[in-house]
């Protein structure tokens, strides 16, 4: 038997194996683990040269493909991390995580925050509960949660990572990742939304919000803005993002930039001072949004 057909007979036969099992969702390999074994093969391959006992260089083709099976494995269907990169692969089964909560007129105010990266995310207000939405993911993990007191409530969706590390992906045509958020019109609304990598849109339009804070690196998106209560706050920090915001027409700004390497639309702004630009009538008006705008390599309109 050639000593090249019997190792990849084996790897196929074994890499073969490891995907039936993982269509028939029984396994779950810890693929940090695996990865770090990958000195092995070296050490066997190094094995192979030394030793000239038949029955041992078989023994050792048969573990080494075995391993590299494994790894290869590992790579395709799970995430695993290489010092403080941590890679996906976008052929992971879809999961999903839902939050519901009904609505009760005593919450007078409601927080959201997001953290959201790698799809498609949208956010709107058509539901009767207070919160009703999910998140269908393949790359990365979610978790949904929330804490509700007397008059307040406060909702998260989280990404679960092991440790701080820098997410990066392998992703095919189709978005891996998908939210889609109802939120109810009554309460007053604070919301803080961090997407990376990630298309997005935002139907704020019905909806009553004191503060609203959007962190975007590498992404497009689109904000619809409602009527703001005295002064609003708008957060925007932008990195490589395009974002579209679309304010009430008789609604007054004042729009606080420091932008770098990006264009900023402030058509229809005074220039106040030199990052400072407002809407004629600002003064005079009680309720109005200021928008602080920090933004790098980035394009953002105002409409």
Same mark, same amino acid.
């Given at each position: ?8 007979? %084996? ?15 029984? &396994? *779950? ?6 990865? *770090?074994?990958?000195? &092995?093969?070296?050490?066997?391959? +190094?094995?192979k040269l030394i030793i000239k006992n038949q029955i041992l260089t078989n023994l050792i083709l048969i573990i080494t493909s075995t391993? &590299? ?15 403080? #990169? ?6 992971? !089964? ?12 005593? %919450?007078?105010?409601? !927080?959201?925050? /997001? ?12 539901? =009767? ?27 998260? /969706?989280?990404? !679960?990572?092991?440790? $701080? ?11 891996? *990742?998908? /939210? ?11 919301? $803080?939304?961090?997407? =990376? ?15 609203? $804070? ?11 803005? +409602? ?5 609003s706050r708008i957060y925007l920090d932008l990195n490589f993002t395009n974002l579209k915001i679309d304010l009430p027409d008789d609604?007054?700004?004042?729009? %606080? ?6 264009? #900023? ?11 400072i630009y407002r809407s004629k009538n600002f003064d005079r008006t009680k309720d109005h949004f200021v928008i602080e705008l920090s933004? *790098?390599?980035?394009? #953002?309109?105002?409409?």
């Amino acid at each position: 038997m050639k000593t090249n057909n019997f190792f990849w007979g %084996i790897f196929l036969t074994v890499l073969g194996i490891l995907f039936l099992i993982d269509n028939l969702s029984i &396994l *779950n390999i810890d693929a940090d683990f695996l990865l *770090n074994l990958w000195p &092995l093969i070296l050490i066997f391959v +190094g094995l192979k040269l030394i030793i000239k006992n038949q029955i041992l260089t078989n023994l050792i083709l048969i573990i080494t493909s075995t391993l &590299l099976a494994l790894i290869v494995y590992a790579f395709v269907f799970n995430p695993f991390s290489c010092g403080d #990169v941590r890679i996906y692969r976008d052929m992971k !089964k879809e999961k999903k995580e839902t939050i519901s909560h009904f609505y009760s007129p005593q %919450i007078k105010d409601a !927080k959201l925050n /997001l953290s959201f990266s790698f799809g498609k995310m949208t956010i709107n207000s058509n539901t =009767d509960k207070l919160i009703d939405g999910e998140v269908r993911y393949k790359a990365s993990e979610y978790n949904f949660d929330g804490e509700i007191s007397d008059t307040s409530a406060l909702f998260f /969706l989280i990404q !679960k990572e092991k440790g $701080k590390s820098v997410a990066t992906i392998f992703q095919s045509r189709k978005k891996t *990742n998908f /939210l889609n958020l109802h939120l109810n019109q009554n309460p007053i609304w604070e919301i $803080k939304v961090n997407a =990376d990598i990630s298309d997005f849109d935002l139907d704020l339009s019905s909806l009553k919000s004191k503060e609203i $804070k959007i962190e975007s690196n590498f992404s497009s998106g689109k904000i619809n803005i +409602g009527k703001p209560i005295s002064e609003s706050r708008i957060y925007l920090d932008l990195n490589f993002t395009n974002l579209k915001i679309d304010l009430p027409d008789d609604v007054d700004v004042e729009v %606080i930039t420091d932008k770098n390497f990006s264009n #900023v639309d402030l058509i229809g702004l005074e220039q106040i001072e030199k990052n400072i630009y407002r809407s004629k009538n600002f003064d005079r008006t009680k309720d109005h949004f200021v928008i602080e705008l920090s933004s *790098n390599f980035s394009s #953002v309109s105002f409409h």
